[in-house]
């Protein structure tokens, strides 16, 4: 693993660290974008059109509920999780990774905003809480919701659903790791070779092993979710306009 890593930080090396970081440049207002769309309850959809689409979140007691267990689990399994090292030193298999995307799917924003505090105070306990948290928080934030966007059945039951998934894996891999590694070279977390060279590769092969598992986790968990009424249409997620309305109405009225 070591050389592999070694041969895609010289493949980096050999694209430019400024050219690099100009990419990352574009990936990093990109997500704020999208994250700060996210905030105001605007979005889009890419796998309908690309399509804008409003959205609100209320906060009943259900949704705090959701957001504060999805930020204990995190924290649990964060921790319970750091001794699973499939590559010492390189590669940790995340349990609160697989979860949090999970949670962040079957859930919606109510579980992404309590994973968000989760990632912060997994931090502080840990001892790592630093400026580089902060990209930490808003990356889990934009992978967390992300899934919510581009997985359009929360429950996965056809085949399209699967490649919706594997194209959120790779646009979550390649968007988490630009972000990541140009705002730790904003913030000058550390030097901007380490950032390309060493960093970013070893995001790039961390990332799809925590969730390669989720579509199988979210098959287990979703209809228990869904028969407890903790799907994010029961916890305060609406869908205000956009092509999944009427996917929503439709649902509503077969409840009824």
């Known amino acids: ?28 207002v990109l997500i704020n974008l999208f994250i700060i769309a996210g ?28 957001a504060a267990l999805a930020g204990a689990v995190k924290v649990v399994l964060q921790f319970a999780s750091a001794p699973l090292v499939l590559v010492p030193g390189v590669i940790t298999f995340r349990l609160d990774n697989l979860v949090a995307t ?28 630093n400026l580089g ?24 039951r056809k085949g ?8 959120y894996i790779i646009v979550l ?24 060279t060493a960093v970013f590769p070893s995001i790039l092969v961390a990332v799809p092993p925590s969730i390669i598992l989720v579509p199988a986790l979210v098959k287990l968990l979703a209809p228990l979710m869904d028969r407890w009424n903790l799907m994010a249409k029961d916890i305060g997620f609406k869908w205000l306009s956009g092509p999944r309305v009427d996917a929503q109405t439709e649902a509503t009225i077969d409840i009824d």
Not at 160 to 167: D, M, R, S
């Open 39 to 66: 905030w105001f309850g605007i979005t889009i959809l890419p796998f309908e059109g690309f399509k804008i689409a409003r959205f609100k979140q209320s906060w009943g007691t259900k949704a705090l509920a959701i």
């Open 133 to 156: 948290s902060i990209g930490g928080a808003l990356a889990n934030w934009f992978g967390n919701f992300l899934v919510f966007v581009l997985v359009t059945d929360p429950f996965m």
């Open 102 to 129: 999970a949670m962040g799917l079957i859930a919606g924003p109510a579980a992404v905003w309590g994973l968000v505090f989760g990632n912060v105070i997994g931090d502080t306990l840990a001892g790592t809480l």
């Open 173 to 196: 891999t390649l968007g988490v790791d630009f972000y990541l590694c140009t705002f730790f070279q904003i913030i000058r977390l550390m030097p901007t070779e380490v950032v390309w």
């Open 160 to 167: 399209k659903h699967y490649w919706q998934y594997l194209v």
């Open 1 to 28: 693993m070591d050389s592999i890593l070694q041969a895609i930080g010289a493949f980096l090396q050999s694209i430019g660290i400024n050219t690099l970081f100009g990419i990352g440049l574009i990936v990093f």
